[in-house]
């Protein structure tokens, strides 16, 4: 499962540690020979942050433009803001918010982390825009493409420059974001879970006053004297990095291997051709509990089975806003009690059923099935329920 919507591997290496680098940042920025390139986002005023797409025939593609390709006065702000990262500035934020992503390792001889999955190679550009050749921006013994992720909601600026391309806009709707491509769908996880997470932080949650955006975007700081402020006195804080929720995604499976048990959730109604997706069993893990716990739980809770068995599989992340899905098999042993379904001790599925995996092999082999849709391909759902069809669990 290394080929999943949002958490395919791309030639993308984050290289966290040179965040905290205010030199190695500034030299992204400053040099006149730097590649690198930027993913655009604008919050829409309704607390919540979309990126700037590019729609060609029916698809979409995430907007990604080399900083020095830009005109003059935006090249000025982003050398601002390279100053004020620098300085860590009080008004850090006032203009525009960049997250450091990583170095793209793509084409190089000798790569560090990743190899394949080209991330500069998976995209498009506007129809108006001309791609420049610029060598690999090399440090110390690092090198590669930078790659930032900018916010301009309050930057008039960078929004006019934006709108003057007209195959680009902001996208807020999911099923448009789905078209992207795997490489970029990654690309769009990381930098869509920094942008949030910036987005809904300003505050302090120990003394209440403004905090920025410092080690390039991906840590928050209080400015408040250590005494002031109860969070920065703790001994240990984790409220000064983003958050991410871990969600169990379970597909149950009999013990003999014959029946899978699916799911439609409550907020998944039949669509216009009068189907209704079945899925794996899913929620949040709660506090104080272990992988297997939150996935026995779950499946009792959702679907009133008992399983006895879990076996860890995959997972992927799911940036609506920020949760990273653990995928998971739960094993039911039938015994004339535990696999009889219950779903009113939640609600929260309308419906649950066994099904007899060749009834889930003909949908998978494009098939119908009354008036049952699988999740989408490519999704870790859809993997989970495709590996229990063919008995690779």
């Known amino acids: 499962m290394t080929d999943i919507f949002f958490g395919t591997t791309t030639t993308l290496n984050r290289f966290s540690f040179l965040r905290t680098n205010d030199d190695f940042i500034s030299k992204t920025i400053l040099d006149p020979l730097s590649p690198a390139r930027l993913v655009f986002y604008k919050q829409d005023g309704k607390n919540g942050i979309h990126p700037y797409m590019i729609q060609r025939d029916g698809k979409f593609g995430m907007l990604n433009l080399q900083l020095n390709t830009l005109p003059s006065q935006l090249i000025r702000i982003l050398h601002d803001w390279s100053m004020k990262n620098s300085k860590k500035a009080n008004d850090l934020r006032d203009d525009v918010t960049l997250v450091f992503l990583g170095l793209d390792e793509d ?45 301009v909601t309050q930057c008039q ?61 991906t840590r928050l700081l209080c400015k408040t004297p250590k005494e002031e402020c109860p969070v920065k006195s703790s001994a ?23 029946k899978i048990l699916l799911g439609n959730n409550q907020r998944h109604p039949a669509g216009p051709n009068g189907k209704r997706m079945f899925s794996c069993i899913a929620g949040f893990m709660e506090p104080g509990e272990t992988i297997e716990e939150s996935t026995l739980r ?72 009354d008036d049952v849709s699988l999740p989408m391909e490519g999704s870790i759902a859809y993997e989970l329920i495709k590996s229990l069809a063919l008995g690779k669990y």
């Open 157 to 217: 600026e960078f929004q006019t420059y934006l709108s003057s391309f007209e195959d680009v806009k902001t996208v807020n709707n999911m099923m448009s974001i789905l078209t992207v491509s795997k490489n970029e769908s990654s690309l769009f996880a990381y930098s869509k879970m920094y942008m949030d997470w910036l987005m809904r932080n300003k505050f302090c949650p120990g003394c209440g006053r403004q905090v920025i955006p410092v080690d390039a975007g």
């Open 107 to 151: 084409g190089l001889d000798e790569k560090y982390l990743f190899n394949d999955n080209s991330l500069s190679g998976s995209f498009i550009y506007p129809n108006s825009y001309k791609l420049k050749e610029y060598p690999q921006f090399k440090y110390d013994k690092f090198q590669g493409t930078p790659y930032y992720a900018i916010d």
């Open 236 to 258: 240990v804080s984790n409220v000064c990095f983003p958050r991410t929720d871990p969600v169990i995604i379970v597909g149950a499976v009999s013990s003999d291997g014959k």
């Open 298 to 369: 779950e499946i009792w809770e959702e679907t009133g089975c008992s399983a006895r068995e879990v076996k860890i599989a995959a997972s992927q992340p799911w940036p609506f806003p920020a949760n990273l899905m653990i995928g998971c098999f739960g094993i039911v042993h039938f015994d004339g009690v535990n696999e009889v379904i219950n779903t009113e001790l939640d609600n929260e599925l309308a419906d649950c059923r066994w099904f007899d995996v060749d009834d889930i092999k003909t949908l998978l082999n494009g098939g119908e099935l």
